[in-house]
């Protein structure tokens, strides 16, 4: 089955209003969109009114960095699933290793815990409240060096994925991303290799097609490589076979950068 590739910008914690602006307006003339390539742009929440609007015309999707589960009530600081859908938003990561603290291991005290050290138990909610507003998640999941070293890359992974989403039907997870983020390559310039990258995504749809009992799904579950991609070397990624586009992060705040890896894709 032929998937439909797919680019996304984590914009994380970068550029004000003005600064964002810019950013688009470069990337939406030096980009070539195409039908057969969906890209996305996830900028911080304070710039996704703004972006909506400069975003409307062009075919590129709109996409959130985090979300809360609850749909609305006393969650100070937090924005829900339903506030992102009032805003236009399309796509939301969820589960990336900058919000789960070290896979929900952080040293912080237990109090705080619930709040900033993000566990499988919350992104499973999250995942649940997307799918709610018919927001499209892309989880994050990915082993640190060590987990690596130690042989254990397959192992983390498949615990990530069963502690998500053993609780959705393969129904439900039609429309969903898998991004695979190695955590040693994410901003280190240390890409992962693409074979091996390769091999990793391979197994993640492998664990699909043991999950759940419908052989449709695997097939169209879209699976991107995150870690370091650049102009570069996102050709290279972007034509494995199980590799079906990227989630870019200091690379996409270069709009040349940026649309030379879409035009990648
Ligand atoms: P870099 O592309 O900067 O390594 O970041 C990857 C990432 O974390 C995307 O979510």
């Not at 987990?147 to 609780?167: N, W």
């Not at 039609?174 to 693409?194: L, N």
Request: hydrophobic letters at 40%.
């Amino acid at each position: 089955m032929q998937r439909t590739k797919l680019v996304a910008g984590n914009w994380k914690m970068n550029l004000l209003q003005s600064t964002g602006s810019a950013l688009v307006e470069a990337f939406l003339q030096k980009v070539e969109l195409r039908q057969d390539v969906d890209v996305v742009v996830c900028p911080p929440f304070t710039l996704l009114g703004r972006l909506r609007d400069e975003l409307r015309r062009s075919h590129v999707h709109l996409g959130a960095q985090d979300v809360f589960w609850a749909e609305d009530g006393a969650f100070t600081g937090n924005i829900s699933a339903r506030m992102l859908a009032d805003l236009g938003v399309s796509h939301c990561i969820v589960g990336h290793s900058e919000t789960r603290g070290r896979f929900g291991k952080l040293d912080t005290s237990e109090t705080t815990l619930p709040y900033f050290g993000e566990t499988n138990e919350t992104i499973s909610l999250k995942i649940q409240a997307l799918f709610y507003q018919s927001i499209e998640p892309i989880l994050c999941v990915g082993e640190t060096l060590a987990e690596r070293k130690a042989g254990q890359t397959e192992s983390v992974i498949a615990a990530q994925l069963e502690g998500a989403l053993s609780g959705f039907d393969a129904a439900e997870l039609f429309f969903f991303i898998v991004a695979y983020e190695p955590v040693w390559a994410i901003g280190t310039g240390e890409t992962c290799p693409a074979d091996e990258a390769e091999r990793v995504c391979s197994f993640i749809r492998e664990w699909f097609k043991n999950k759940f009992n419908d052989p449709d799904l695997p097939e169209q579950i879209r699976i991107l490589y995150g870690g370091s991609v650049k102009a570069a070397n996102a050709k290279e990624l972007f034509n494995k076979p199980n590799i079906d586009g990227g989630l870019v992060g200091g690379a996409s705040l270069d709009a040349t950068e940026f649309a030379t890896i879409v035009a990648s894709a």
